[in-house]
């Protein structure tokens, strides 16, 4: 079914301009759990997470473009001692992450907006504000003409940084050589980011990751995928 235009005007997207698709069908019981939680967890367009009820004094991790949440759900049952801020363009992943959230009985400690992660970041983020950030398989846009539509652009990893809290972590993955080095050459050049792996190096991959849908069509497909590890550093240089 149609999510009501009224819930998506109210709790989710409103027409805001973003690369990919953003609706789509959900399902009843999907309509019915969105209803009952968005107030709680939903971002509006007007909050700001440090207004967002989360529990005070908790560190905030960011996940931007989480998919079905399956990821999400495994870090946040993982680390209770965080709290989450998932932002997702599409609405029926964010539908599923709904749903993912509440029976892994984690959803209270999360926060979830469908709009685009540059808006979050830019107007809903204070600076310093997120313990880490999570990027996985941002969506590779393989033609040359449409590496501008890429997430990972300078000035967004500029943003990115001034978000993160001083020790801060930004990890990200994917399964697409030419994406992975792109995302790469960018953020090793950007001050204030570390490259745990050291300049010019990709970072092992952490065993405790679930693998996401992507990694695993990735895989299916015969393509490792390749992972990024950075810390802010607080001071203004990159490594
Ligand atoms: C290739 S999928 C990867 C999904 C998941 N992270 C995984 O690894 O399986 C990329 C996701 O990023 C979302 N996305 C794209 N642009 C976005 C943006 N500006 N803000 C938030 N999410 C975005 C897409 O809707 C899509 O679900």
């Known amino acids: 079914m149609r999510l009501d235009s009224d819930v998506r005007q109210r709790l989710l997207q409103r027409e805001m301009r973003t690369y990919g698709r953003k609706n789509g069908f959900v399902t009843k019981g999907q309509a019915a759990r969105l209803k009952r939680w968005l107030p ?3 971002l509006p367009r007007e909050a700001r997470l440090a207004d967002a009820g989360l529990p005070a004094g908790m560190p905030v991790v960011m996940e931007i473009g989480f998919g079905n949440g399956e990821f999400l759900a495994h870090l946040a049952r993982a680390h209770p001692e965080w709290a989450f801020l998932g932002v997702e363009i599409y609405l029926p992943g964010v539908a599923k992450a709904v749903a993912r959230l509440e029976d892994a009985g984690v959803i209270e400690r999360c ?3 469908q709009l685009p992660a540059q808006y979050v970041l830019a107007h809903q983020v204070g600076e310093g504000e997120l313990h ?3 990027i996985n398989h941002p969506d590779p846009w393989p033609k040359a003409r449409h590496h501008k539509r890429r997430l990972i652009q300078k000035d967004f990893a500029r943003l990115l940084v001034s ?8 990890k990200l993955a994917t399964d697409k050589p030419d994406l992975a080095e792109w995302m790469r050459d960018i953020l090793d050049a950007t001050p204030g980011l570390a490259n745990v792996a050291g300049r010019g190096r990709f970072a092992p991959r952490e065993p405790e990751r679930p693998l996401t849908k992507f990694e695993q069509r990735g895989l299916r497909e015969g ?3 390749l992972f990024l590890h950075y810390v802010k550093t607080g001071h203004g240089d990159a490594t």
């Open 111 to 113: 926060r979830i907006s």
């Open 40 to 42: 709680v967890i939903g």
């Open 223 to 225: 393509r490792e995928s």
């Open 132 to 134: 880490g950030v999570y």
């Open 163 to 170: 978000r993160l809290e001083e020790g801060g972590f930004l």
